[in-house]
Every structure is written in C-alpha cells, then in structure tokens.
C-alpha cells in the first residue's frame, strides 16, 4: 500500500455506499500496527489497519500518480486540501464498478 492506492468499499463506510473508491492519503505505523487512511468522494475519511482494511474493501486496486506525492500533516489541512480539490483526480474517469 502507498499513497495514491485506490481502493474500493465492500459495504458502507462513513456515509458512502459499497463500491466508493477511496484514495490513500497517508501510511502508517502506530505501535507496530501497519494502516493506511483514505479520503472518499464525500470528504469523509479514516484509517484502516490492514486487518480491517480485508473487511471494508474488495480486491480491486487502483492508482493516482496525482496523488502519490501527497503528504499528510494534519486532518484540518487534510480537509481543507480536499475543499481545494487536491484529490479530485482519483475519482475523475472512475465508473461504478471499475
């Protein structure tokens, strides 16, 4: 997993329906414990151990060179980053169930 995976929802997360694509913003390690948090179309976002990650997305993944270089320092310019349209480009061309 890297910044800019795309990866698709099994069921409903944080106000989107299964089949959303979301784009990882941010890997990490937090005592040991590998995740990665991804940002979705509607502005919510979270993080996903990897354990939890085989429980809310499929198989499908895709990738945003876009996005790649993206560095997370906090949530507050997380969202405002989003509000400027910094990931828009992961989702632009998608179709439900690509």
Do not use: H
Not at 15 to 36: D, S
Not at 42 to 65: H, K, L, Q, R, T
Not at 68 to 80: A, D, E, G, I, P
């Amino acid at each position: 997993m890297r910044v800019g995976t795309l990866r698709r929802l099994t069921r409903e997360c944080l106000g989107n329906p299964a089949g959303t694509v979301g784009v990882c913003y941010e890997v990490y390690n937090l005592g040991g414990v590998m995740g990665a948090s991804f940002i979705f179309p509607n502005g919510e976002y979270d993080g996903f151990s990897d354990e939890d990650a085989g429980i809310f997305f499929d198989d499908w993944e895709g990738f945003c060179p876009d996005t790649q270089s993206y560095q997370f320092t906090n949530v507050m310019k997380l969202s405002w980053d989003f509000g400027a349209g910094v990931f828009n480009k992961a989702w632009t061309g998608l179709k439900k169930g690509e």
